[in-house]
């Protein structure tokens, strides 16, 4: 009889574990491999401040920039 079992995540791709990126608006490191809902919703959470900074630079001209704080749980969106 064949064997037919998958290895982990872990066992498949060792050189995945361990990676992280930085939050292009936020500069904080998220993790690859991590927990993955939670970097998912940081991401939108980026990609969401950004939105908003392009539809307020459309509205009322300038630029504006974003800083966000997933620990204190703040998102500031100002012309710059």
Same mark, same amino acid.
């Given at each position: 009889m064949p064997n037919t079992t998958v290895p982990a995540a872990g066992e498949a791709m060792p050189g995945a574990e361990g990676?992280? @990126?930085? $939050?292009?608006?936020? !500069?904080?490191?998220?993790r690859v491999?991590?927990?993955?809902?939670?970097?998912?919703?940081?991401?939108q959470i980026d990609r969401d401040a950004a939105s908003i900074a392009a539809s307020?630079?459309? @509205?009322? $001209?300038?630029?504006? !920039?974003?800083q966000i704080d997933h620990v204190v749980g703040f998102v500031l969106v100002v012309q710059s």
């Amino acid at each position: 009889m064949p064997n037919t079992t998958v290895p982990a995540a872990g066992e498949a791709m060792p050189g995945a574990e361990g990676r992280t @990126i930085i $939050g292009r608006f936020s !500069r904080r490191p998220i993790r690859v491999m991590g927990n993955v809902a939670m970097d998912t919703a940081a991401i939108q959470i980026d990609r969401d401040a950004a939105s908003i900074a392009a539809s307020l630079a459309k @509205i009322h $001209g300038g630029q504006y !920039r974003v800083q966000i704080d997933h620990v204190v749980g703040f998102v500031l969106v100002v012309q710059s």
